[in-house]
């Protein structure tokens, strides 16, 4: 490799620094936000904790699992697109649309059909999810872990108030991330 200014050949060790190892485990970033990583584990931790407290009212834990992973992507990248109240509410609201939509056609089906329920129900979830990956994209509300949450509606049961508490739950995140946002750094 030449150094383009001076036409000299660059060693080769020089050339290996420039490379991340492979057997690196930290994030060179941490090096200088040691204190910042710290600070926004325990803003995590505390927000999701305020949320489970609140989700503890509903025993539906594999619905209430996906605001794990938008606490994740909310306090390591707040300020990356996908951390944008429009993507975190707009996903929720559309995955819960396609989630309790295809529950309620998968239990309308279970009910008058002579096909294996379990195998009627795991068809609605890939639909729910192809419905909500769909939505989500021509509305530009794309978000992940609500497209997760549109599988746990067909595949578990829920209520109204777990509907609620769930949407509650992303409200809370969204709002807790908003406010102290000026003080939070993209970690990834």
């Not at 989630?99 to 089906?109: D, W």
């Not at 794309?142 to 769930?166: Q, R």
């Given at each position: 490799?030449t150094?383009?200014?001076?036409?000299?050949?660059?060693?080769?060790?020089?050339?290996?620094?420039?490379?991340?190892?492979?057997?690196?485990?930290f994030?060179?970033?941490?090096?200088?936000?040691?204190?910042?990583?710290?600070?926004?584990?325990?803003?995590?931790?505390?927000?999701?904790?305020?949320?489970?407290?609140?989700?503890?009212?509903?025993?539906?834990?594999?619905?209430?699992?996906?605001?794990?992973?938008?606490?994740?992507?909310?306090?390591?990248?707040?300020?990356?697109?996908?951390?944008?109240p429009?993507y975190?509410?707009?996903?929720?609201?559309?995955?819960?649309?396609?989630?309790?939509?295809?529950?309620?056609?998968?239990?309308?089906?279970?009910?008058?059909?002579?096909?294996?329920?379990?195998?009627?129900?795991?068809?609605?979830a890939?639909?729910?999810?192809?419905?909500?990956?769909?939505?989500?994209?021509?509305?530009?509300?794309?978000?992940?872990?609500?497209?997760?949450?549109?599988?746990?509606?067909?595949?578990?049961?829920?209520?109204?108030?777990?509907?609620?508490?769930?949407?509650?739950?992303?409200?809370?995140?969204?709002?807790?991330?908003?406010?102290?946002?000026?003080?939070?750094?993209?970690?990834?």
């Open positions: 490799m150094d383009s200014t001076s036409g000299r050949q660059e060693p080769k060790r020089a050339r290996l620094r420039t490379r991340r190892p492979a057997w690196r485990l994030d060179e970033k941490l090096k200088g936000h040691r204190a910042q990583y710290l600070r926004q584990t325990l803003m995590a931790t505390v927000t999701m904790m305020l949320v489970l407290l609140l989700l503890d009212l509903v025993k539906q834990t594999v619905l209430i699992a996906s605001l794990g992973a938008s606490t994740f992507i909310v306090f390591s990248m707040p300020h990356a697109k996908r951390s944008k429009r975190l509410i707009g996903g929720y609201a559309v995955g819960t649309l396609a989630g309790c939509t295809l529950a309620v056609i998968s239990a309308r089906l279970i009910e008058f059909s002579f096909a294996d329920p379990r195998v009627i129900q795991i068809c609605c890939a639909f729910a999810l192809g419905l909500a990956f769909l939505l989500m994209v021509v509305t530009d509300t794309e978000h992940p872990p609500a497209a997760a949450l549109a599988l746990g509606y067909v595949l578990n049961e829920w209520d109204l108030f777990s509907l609620f508490v769930v949407l509650a739950g992303i409200a809370l995140i969204t709002s807790v991330k908003e406010l102290i946002k000026p003080k939070l750094l993209d970690l990834i």
